[in-house]
């Protein structure tokens, strides 16, 4: 099983990234997927997850309309499209999988994570 996380990089605030999630090794499309990230010195925190269809999302408040969750069964991967960043935007990002049919916001309701990617925001 790998979640590979890629699409970080440095970006002014303002500017857009879009992070992807490649999945191997397990049945995707039975999976609902999260983003979560991680910002130094703080707790990992929901960003957004998306259900196993990919017809039902939820964000967490402070990206709400800055970014998009979405998902290509047919290539196993997801996707984050981030507008609008800000510097508070700044960590680590993860993906991780939960073998439900809608995703959590809750960490511990995932079964497989991926190695993270870092976006850095510059002010």
């Known amino acids: 099983v790998q979640l590979q996380a890629s699409g970080g990089g440095l970006v002014q605030a303002g500017g857009s990234l879009r992070l992807s999630c490649a999945a191997s090794?397990?049945?995707?499309?039975?999976?609902?997927i999260g983003w979560f990230r991680q910002a130094p010195g703080k707790e990992r925190e929901f960003v957004a997850t998306?259900?196993?269809?990919?017809?039902?999302?939820a964000y967490r408040d402070s990206v709400k309309g800055r970014f998009t969750i979405s998902r290509d069964n047919a290539k196993n991967t997801v996707y984050l499209q981030m507008n609008s960043l800000k510097p508070e935007d700044t960590a680590v990002y993860y993906c991780a999988a939960a073998q439900t049919i809608l995703g959590h916001t809750d960490p511990r309701r995932y079964d497989y994570w991926g190695q993270g990617t870092l976006v850095t925001v510059s002010s």
């Open positions: 090794g397990f049945t995707f499309d039975g999976y609902a």
């Open positions: 998306i259900s196993w269809s990919g017809g039902s999302t």
